[in-house]
């Protein structure tokens, strides 16, 4: 099992920057890619970022290329998402996930998922 727990959501307006974090616990931490996805009221949940396990691939939806950053510390299990020049469509919860070694942007090959942190930008 694999524990993830996101923080760092909040609110802020357009054009201003969150620092999301996830903590992870449990299983091996370099056995798993990690990725965010969120989720807006009616929409379906959808793919933002994924970082390999060493770091060295790392894919953006085009939604979000050139406005986030993955990263993640091997050292203290921890996975972060920089969102900088936000828009009120980023308005989601946003869930930090786990696969055990593989690197996709598809939710299904994700084993495991935190509960989900709420970022709301205002216009």
């Known amino acids: 099992q694999v524990q993830l727990v996101e923080s760092g959501g909040g609110l802020v307006q357009a054009g201003g920057s969150l620092r999301l974090s996830c903590a992870a616990s449990?299983?091996?931490?370099?056995?798993?890619?990690m990725a965010w996805f969120r989720q807006a009221p009616g929409k379906e949940r959808e793919f933002v970022a994924q970082?390999?396990?060493?770091?060295?691939?790392?894919l953006y939806a085009d939604s979000v290329k050139g406005r986030f950053i993955i990263s993640r510390d091997n050292a203290k299990n921890m996975v972060y998402l920089q969102m900088n020049s936000l828009k009120p469509e980023d308005t989601a919860v946003y869930f930090c996930a786990a696969s055990y070694g593989i690197s996709s942007s598809y939710d299904h090959e994700y084993d495991y998922w935190g509960q989900g942190t709420q970022v709301t930008v205002s216009s």
């Open positions: 449990g299983r091996t931490f370099t056995n798993y890619a």
């Open positions: 970082i390999s396990w060493s770091g060295s691939y790392i």
